[in-house]
């Protein structure tokens, strides 16, 4: 929902909802060797890139994620997702009717795009 206000000069006064929107991301990451590394960020951000190249986790050495996402306007409502990758496909779209995600393999490291739906 957005909102616009008006005033009869040059000025104009809008306010998007979702402007201060803040979500809590916990990433685990499941390796062959049953090892695991765990991720957590804090993004305002509808959609951007969850893991990035710089973040040197091999694409190859990862089995499992999990993925944990919650709203801070709204923390009942949490969102998991667990995801097997398949090593012999380099990519890999993930849709529900609250978040899309796409893993990829460039250069052998792991990344992930997401885009939040509400």
Do not use: A, W
């Not at 979702?18 to 305002?44: A, G, H, P, Y």
């Not at 990758?85 to 997401?114: A, M, P, T």
């Amino acid at each position: 929902m957005s909102l616009n206000y008006s005033i009869n000069n040059k000025y104009n006064y809008i306010k998007n909802e979702f402007d201060n929107q803040t979500f809590v991301f916990e990433i685990s990451l499941r390796k062959f060797c049953k090892k695991q590394k765990i991720i957590r960020k804090i993004i305002k951000s509808h959609t951007g890139k969850l893991l990035s190249y710089d973040e040197n986790i091999k694409y190859d050495d990862i089995d499992k994620i999990c993925l944990s996402m919650i709203n801070i306007n709204n923390p009942i409502k949490e969102i998991n997702i667990k995801i097997k990758l398949d090593q012999n496909k380099k990519y890999l779209i993930y849709n529900n009717s609250n978040i899309n995600l796409e893993f990829y393999c460039n250069s052998d490291f792991l990344e992930c795009n997401y885009n939040i739906i509400n």
